[in-house]
């Protein structure tokens, strides 16, 4: 079964970090591009960054931009997003998502999510 | 990145068909043919109904079904069941910019 299970979500302090993973199974994870897309409580999706199957090509949203980075463990199956200097907007149920297309031939969506990793940021 | 426009609501009655409109710009919906759809009920994850403007992924019913002209893309449900009514979210890749998702969608079965 093809699968996404984020974790380390948490009630965290403004200013301070987090670092979220997702294990992913039952497909061969460094084949596709993967996401972080987030929600806000009441709120519509916001994409959050995407790294390419091979780590060569990373993109991020403007609200995020120099705080938080995206990784990948290809030989772990997982992804990461270290957050940085937290705010409370950053507060949002933060999904992980897989690429369609595979490598080189993306379908520019996500076709697989996971249930997601709820983070606050509050004091 | 501004959110793609949706309208906040729309419904139909079983059977009837219902079409959700995402407004962007030339720079992401105009821009690239890579708009998709997707459901979410509540407290669920999204679900993928439509990538590259028109097609379906497998196991989406035919009664979904999607369009783009100009900066607008739709979709459409049609042959309206009750296990439709969900929120729907559109979204378009932006080039440099990412990804940008529509305002949302909640779609009332009657």
């Known amino acids: 079964e093809v699968q996404l299970v984020e974790s380390g979500g948490g009630l965290v302090q403004p200013g301070r970090s987090l670092r979220l993973s997702c294990a992913a199974s039952g497909f061969t994870f460094d084949d596709y591009a993967m996401h972080w897309v987030r929600q806000a409580p009441g709120k519509g999706l916001e994409w959050v960054s995407g790294i390419s199957w091979n780590s060569g090509s990373i993109g991020y949203a403007d609200s995020v931009k120099g705080r938080f980075t995206i990784s990948r463990d290809n030989a772990k199956n997982s992804l990461y997003l270290q957050m940085n200097s937290l705010r409370a907007e950053d507060t949002a149920l933060y999904y992980c998502a897989k690429e369609k297309g595979i490598r080189r031939a993306p379908f520019w969506a996500f076709d697989i999510w996971g249930q997601g990793t709820m983070v606050t940021v509050s004091s | 990145q501004s959110a793609l426009t949706q309208p906040p609501s729309a419904s139909g009655s079983p059977g009837q068909s219902v079409t959700i409109s995402c407004t962007g710009t030339?720079?992401?919906?105009?821009?690239?043919?890579?708009v998709s759809w997707y459901q979410q009920h509540p407290g669920k994850a999204p679900k993928l109904m439509i990538y590259?403007?028109?097609k379906r992924p497998s196991g989406v019913p035919d009664r979904f079904s999607g369009s783009k002209s100009g900066n607008t893309a739709s979709l459409t449900v049609s042959g309206l069941q009750a296990e439709d009514e969900a929120d729907y979210y559109c979204?378009?890749?932006?080039?440099?910019?990412?990804?940008?998702f529509g305002t949302g969608t909640k779609v009332t079965v009657l």
């Open positions: 590259e403007v028109s």
């Open positions: 979204s378009s890749y932006a080039g440099s910019k990412g990804y940008v």
């Open positions: 030339s720079s992401d919906v105009g821009g690239y043919n890579y």
